[in-house]
């Protein structure tokens, strides 16, 4: 009996750290999805009429990184009171936002190159455009860039100007943020099933040890 206790009280802090830093994960999902979606760069590049898909994965991580802090306060108040249906709770709550989150991962895995694509082709327009040369010189500015290898604009770039292809520096620049968009997910995704381990474990130990008494 006390060896069983004592193996609840240790899976308890143990379930409790980690809802901790569980929460800490989700505060930090929030603040990468904040940032990409008012990262200066990224919204200087996005703005004006620019297809509005572009931050569906960036709502994804604004949204989960929300709800995981919720989840992670949720689930330290199961630990700490050793109720099974707040543990339960917890365990399917887990359960929903790790699948979110493999389904936003194979969407913006699915749809990447579509959205470069997009973008791409949206400075190809602009870059047509006499009316939206400030649009046309954030991107330069940001990207380092000037033209494509087919059309340098005489009125955009000068002798001074940057020789890199800005469609190569788009996708360039995306890749780079759907890496750190994919990096944060699979540590997020390896958290969530040590918590739904750590939960099982508790709530079977609880009730073992009901029956016990």
Request: glycine share 10%; with cysteine.
């Amino acid at each position: 009996m006390s060896k069983l206790q004592g193996g609840m009280k240790c899976v308890k802090y143990l379930l409790f750290v980690f809802n901790f830093i569980f929460w800490l994960s989700g505060a930090l999902v929030l603040a990468v999805g904040l940032w990409l979606r008012f990262d200066s760069n990224t919204t200087s590049l996005l703005d004006g009429d620019a297809p509005g898909h572009f931050f569906i994965a960036v709502y994804i991580l604004i949204g989960a990184g929300g709800v995981m802090m919720l989840v992670g306060f949720f689930g330290c108040s199961g630990a700490v009171k050793e109720s099974q249906c707040l543990l339960g709770s917890f365990f399917a709550c887990l359960l929903l936002i790790f699948g979110a989150e493999v389904a936003a991962g194979v969407f913006g895995f699915l749809n990447k190159d579509k959205v470069i694509v997009d973008v791409q082709n949206y400075y190809e327009v602009i870059m047509e455009n006499e009316n939206a040369t400030v649009l046309t010189s954030m991107y330069h500015i940001v990207l380092d860039c000037c033209g494509t290898v087919e059309t340098r604009p005489t009125a955009l770039c000068t002798a001074d100007s940057s020789d890199r292809d800005c469609l190569k520096a788009i996708e360039d620049f995306f890749i780079d943020k759907l890496f750190i968009i994919g990096y944060v997910g699979i540590g997020i995704a390896g958290v969530m099933i040590i918590g739904m381990i750590f939960s099982m474990v508790l709530c079977c130990a609880i009730r073992n040890s009901r029956e016990v008494i």
